[in-house]
């Protein structure tokens, strides 16, 4: 695929200034070598932050109609290229097709909310022009490889919707979203340096973000990097940032809820992306009058799921990222029988005619409601990023409730019961970015407005909310 590995800077697609070293990437499909690249050096960060300086005045200068219009052309440069692209993401990222359409169709709803978050012109007239509302400047957006595409799309859009200019460096381990993400903005025509890409490592990130010229950093991987570029743009007081990380989404399920309903959506919500998603499905909390036949379904229905690639047919579950995302998920099985779970279905690595990373999912009971063990327990309090749920059982929803609460990567949780009431009482109580009713906690909540919390994040403002992270208030004192 042309251009796959050259970064994107000021409208042209180019070579690294200071390659220092050759890369193979392997599918994590089948390990067949997809691409070798160059360990991308430090001089593209400077040359893309002098475009997207030079761009500032150009795109910020743009009203928001026009660049709206101009946003636009990339959501239709991307629809004439779903179907080339959810293959290519297929073979990139070892996604199943199923798992790889759903992130298309995730990334093109969350940039077309991006764009129906423009109500300041309505502020401003009901403020009568006391204030104005002003771009940031130049945002460095710095991805993972879980929902990398998805994230490059939506987070380009909330940045350059509020006329800010964007660097982009996608995840070292999926260069496909980079390069998909530069033909789309390459054809919509912005002016030059406005949207800019660059590949490189995590030091690459790093040094985007504590760059002088950074006026924002939006941030998506793990805590630890997570915490490294906070403590490393300490000094920069300035500087607006975005965190969103770890993630440990659960499901609540209640005695009047059907058992048929909750199971297909935690399957839905813990397997697809092979569990890989901060808001995966990881921890299940079932009534005890339910808990017998909700378990003995979920396991049926486990055992049944289908993993492969894209030439497997109706594939439900794809592979994991790499060889080190597999052993790391091999060894929670580990860990979750040291601190005493039950493994009713054990994840290990599956041999396949295609010789990718691919597992089978893994169930494990968790008997010990102990709040001091469970906060402390390894198992339960890390983001496994596989195929994996742990379940516990509970007599009362004010159980259920501390139990869920003892969590310090809290994303996404479902509560299926009958009583939307009921419903309503728990949410109260949970203290999550977002809760659902009855439905899967991978369920799209681009419309919505939330913020990462505890561990998860920084507090910051995402979904419908997001664009006021992104620009500055002006009070006009007449």
Sequence with gaps: MKNITKNYIAGEY????????????FSPANSNVLLETWKFGFKDIDKALTAALHAQKTWGSLSTDK???????????IQTKEKEWTSLLCDHSGMCEAD???????????????????????????????????????????GSYSESFVYGLQESFRYLISGNTVVFKPSE?????????????????LPLGAWNMIYGDREVGRRLAVHESIDSVSFFG???????????????????????????????VDESSPVDLAVEAVLSGAFSNAG????STSRVFLHNKIKDSFIEKLHQESKQIRVGGMETKNAQMGA?????????????????????AEIIMRGKALDMEAKGYFVSPSIAIVKDN????????????????????????????????????????????????????????????????????????????????????????????GGALGFLETGNIRALIK
């Design 370 to 461: 102990d709040f001091e063990k469970n906060r402390r327990s390894v198992y339960l309090q890390t983001e496994i990023l596989g195929p994996n749920v742990a379940i516990q059982s509970y007599d009362d929803l004010d159980e259920a409730v501390v139990l869920a609460n003892n969590n310090q990567f809290p994303i996404a949780c479902s509560v299926f019961t009958a009583s939307e009431m009921q419903f309503l009482k728990t949410a109260e109580l949970l203290k999550y970015s977002r809760v659902i009713f009855n439905q899967s906690t991978r369920t799209p909540a681009f419309q919505y407005p939330q913020t990462a919390i505890k561990k998860s994040g920084n507090q910051s403002l």
């Design 67 to 77: 660049r709206s219009e101009t946003l636009n052309r990339v959501l239709e440069f």
């Design 173 to 189: 381990k999926l260069f496909i979203s980079g390069s998909l993400l530069s033909q789309a903005f390459h054809s919509a025509e």
């Design 320 to 340: 994991l990222i790499d060889e080190g995302a597999m052993d790391r998920y091999i060894k929670f099985q580990g860990i979750a029988s040291r601190e005493g």
């Design 276 to 279: 890989q998603c901060c808001d």
């Design 14 to 25: 180019s070579s690294p200034e200071d390659p220092v070293a050759v890369k193979k990437h």
């Design 100 to 142: 790889a359409a759903d992130e298309m169709n995730r990334a093109l709803l969350a940039a077309k909310q991006q764009l129906n978050q423009t109500g300041m012109k309505a502020l401003d007239e009901r403020f009568n022009g006391q204030w104005s509302y002003n771009p940031l400047g130049t945002a460095a957006l710095i």
């Design 222 to 252: 793990g805590y630890e990097s997570a915490i490294r570029i906070k403590q490393d743009i300490l000094q920069q007081n300035w500087k607006r940032m975005s965190l969103w990380m770890c993630g440990k989404s659960v499901a609540i």
